[in-house]
Structure formats: structure tokens, C-alpha cells
């Protein structure tokens, strides 16, 4: 049996899955020329539940304000929230950056098949490691070429004004 998909439409859903609707990623990806990309999906509707659940697991307990309704299934919407420029956002809405950054996780899993994996991987075992203080410096080389985790650095500017803490722009 398949999974209902079910978008959070701003009243606090306790049956959310999915902080987008497939149309609003299609014009995500529209306007961002990924289009393409995007329709290599085989599953638009589970790509947005995955990328939600990344959202929720990733950022739980650190987006500024608290859940609009007790009940609700998601972490959006919120009270108490501003944006970057100081303005209030809506408790019924959420804000276009956090379905933007929804939006780019959906289009990940078109190659990753779990946005989490790397949460939970350990990072690559590091071969060889050289620091040098002065006009620091450091060379870092890992079996197998690189570290296992990902930075979406996208996804971190898209959620920075919302999350408490500034420093988003990490690995995972």
C-alpha cells in the first residue's frame, strides 16, 4: 500500500507528510532550470516526504519560534517566528525559503536514495592529516577520497534565518 501524501497546508495537520506540494516543486524547479532534473524522478511524492523528513530530523529542536498547533505532524507552521528583515511570519504559512529548501532535497534524491545516510554514517577514515599553524593551512586525505558526508550548502542558506543557531552551513 502506498503512503498517502498528505502537504501541510498552514493549519497544523497531525496527518502531514510533506511541506510542498509536487506542483510547488515543479515550479521550484521550473524556475531554477533543474526541471529536467527533477522529472528523473520516479516518485515526485516520496522524494517530498524524503526530503521533509530530512528537514524535520535535521533541524528538529532548533527552528526559532514553537509549533503552531500542539497536534500538528511537521515542525511547520510556527509562531513567533521573524524573518531576516524583522517581519513576523505567519503561523498559518510557511515560509517560501523552507519550501525552497524542500524543494532542493526533493531534487537530491532523484540520485541519493536516503538524504539520511549520511546522517548516520560515520565519516570517512581519515589516511593521511597535515595542519600547519602559520598561514594556516591543512591537507586532509581520506581512504576512499573524501569524507563521507555531504554538504548541502543550498539547503543550509535556504533554512539560516529560521533555526537558532547561525552556524547551518555544516556536513549532513
Not at 510542498?20 to 516526504?49: P, V
Not at 581512504?143 to 533554512?159: E, N, P, Q
Amino acid at each position: 500500500m502506498a503512503a498517502t501524501f498528505v502537504v501541510e497546508d498552514g493549519t497544523g495537520l497531525s496527518t502531514a507528510n510533506a511541506l510542498i506540494s509536487e506542483a510547488e516543486a515543479d515550479q521550484y524547479h521550473d524556475n531554477n532550470g533543474t526541471r529536467t532534473a527533477w522529472d528523473l524522478a520516479s516518485d515526485k511524492e516520496q522524494a517530498i516526504r524524503s526530503a521533509t523528513k530530512y528537514l524535520e530530523v535535521k533541524y528538529k529542536g532548533r527552528w526559532l519560534g514553537s509549533r503552531a498547533v500542539a497536534t500538528q505532524a511537521l515542525s511547520w507552521p510556527r509562531a513567533g517566528v521573524e524573518d531576516c528583515d524583522g517581519y513576523a511570519v505567519d503561523s498559518d504559512s510557511i515560509p517560501q525559503d523552507i519550501k525552497n529548501a524542500c524543494a532542493e532535497l526533493a531534487l537530491d534524491t532523484v540520485t541519493e536514495s536516503d538524504l539520511l545516510a549520511d546522517e548516520t554514517s560515520p565519516v570517512g577514515i581519515i589516511k593521511r592529516q597535515r595542519n600547519k599553524v602559520g598561514e594556516i593551512e591543512q591537507d586532509i586525505e581520506y581512504i576512499g577520497g573524501a569524507d563521507s558526508t555531504t554538504l548541502r550548502t543550498t539547503v543550509a542558506g535556504l533554512v539560516r534565518n529560521y533555526v537558532t543557531d547561525s552556524d547551518v552551513l555544516e556536513r549532513g
